[in-house]
């Protein structure tokens, strides 16, 4: 994933975008088959924050393809200028930065809680 933020910044977008969906995809699997079998509400609660975030990742991917690539915009054009407005507004307009912070930050939040949760739980044995 910071290959393709890094790539998408020094230019080379179409690279970046398509480098960073396949490392939020695989990041996402790759949390999203760790298990926790215990039985604290709070590591549960945690972890499926954590899950959201990895799809928000996946997320932020996808509309920096679609901003590179520009799939939905014959969608868009059917409705004139009012229907490219938005599409330019809403679809395309960097939102994926704002959800790749909002998932960054959930991220970093649920990493520190879930490490410090999993050692008071190793203390309580």
Not at 43 to 65: C, N, S
Request: net charge positive; glycine share 8%; hydrophobic share 55%.
């Amino acid at each position: 994933m910071v290959v393709g933020i890094a790539l998408n910044f020094f230019g080379f977008q179409m690279v970046g975008a398509w480098t960073f969906l396949a490392g939020a995809i695989g990041f996402g699997v790759m949390q999203m088959m760790q298990q926790y079998d215990g039985k604290d509400i709070v590591i549960r609660r945690l972890r499926r924050m954590m899950t959201l975030a990895d799809v928000l990742f996946i997320v932020a991917g996808l509309l920096m393809v679609e901003q590179n690539c520009q799939f939905l915009l014959p969608l868009f054009q059917k409705n004139g200028i009012q229907g490219l407005t938005y599409y330019a507004q809403y679809v395309v307009h960097n939102n994926w930065v704002l959800v790749l912070f909002i998932a960054a930050i959930l991220e970093l939040y649920t990493m520190h809680r879930i490490s410090n949760e999993l050692s008071k739980e190793a203390k309580k044995l």
